[in-house]
């Protein structure tokens, strides 16, 4: 059986074109895409935790071409009750050599160049403004937390959750203590160490602690 392709529409294993390693490649992302990346210079895939991107030494990937591969094989008495014996004979042959090594790595590599998930290096945490924690990703332009998203292609987390009302008398009583309650400096501190926290470098500055 043929029909027609089109790009990244998923064509059934019970056509010709449905039987090829670009054929799995495209079903594969269709169901797994935004949960992967690939950044090329580095030569491997991301996976979306839930919380931000993670080098995983493909694990994840590859897990995820694992279910899809063994998905293949859900529609079979569908397939039995439609095709006749040639041509489920063909199909069968197909999922066989889909659930194999070699096939899976075959149509991960075709992904690898898909557009859908090619990430340049340079898209990583590429906004100064965001700071990734446990609980949500926090924009330091307004100080607001808003949920994790893939989007903002965050490879990197603090170990903390943000509570905006959280208390800090320690670190108050110390910035008291050690700058012996001059306000200003404190003020200045304040500022320089929450700057710190973003990816901003205009200031160009190197900060100098000494005492006397």
Not at 23 to 35: I, P
Not at 95 to 122: G, H, M, T, Y
Not at 144 to 151: E, N, T
Request: aromatic share 10%.
């Amino acid at each position: 059986m043929k029909t027609d392709n089109l790009e990244n529409v998923p064509v059934p294993v019970v056509y010709d074109e449905g039987r090829t390693d670009t054929a799995n490649k495209t079903r594969f992302l269709n169901e797994f895409g935004n949960d992967l990346l690939y950044v090329p210079p580095w030569k491997k895939w991301l996976s979306w935790s839930g919380s931000r991107w993670i080098d995983d030494n493909g694990v994840g990937t590859f897990q995820r071409a694992e279910r899809y591969a063994k998905s293949l094989w859900e529609p079979m008495q569908e397939y039995a009750a439609m095709l006749d014996r040639e041509e489920l004979a063909k199909v069968i042959s197909f999922l066989k050599s889909s659930n194999q090594s070699p096939k899976i790595k075959s149509f991960l590599e075709l992904a690898s160049f898909d557009e859908r998930v090619v990430c340049p290096v340079d898209e990583l945490n590429a906004d100064p403004t965001l700071l990734n924690c446990v609980n949500g990703t926090i924009d330091l332009t307004t100080g607001q937390l808003r949920l994790h998203s893939p989007a903002d292609r965050i490879t990197q987390i603090s170990n903390v959750a943000f509570d905006p009302h959280a208390g800090c008398p320690k670190w108050v009583e110390t910035l008291g203590h050690i700058f012996d309650g001059d306000q200003a400096i404190i003020a200045y501190v304040q500022r320089l160490l929450g700057y710190s926290i973003s990816g901003e470098t205009g200031e160009h500055i190197l900060p100098i602690a000494y005492g006397r």
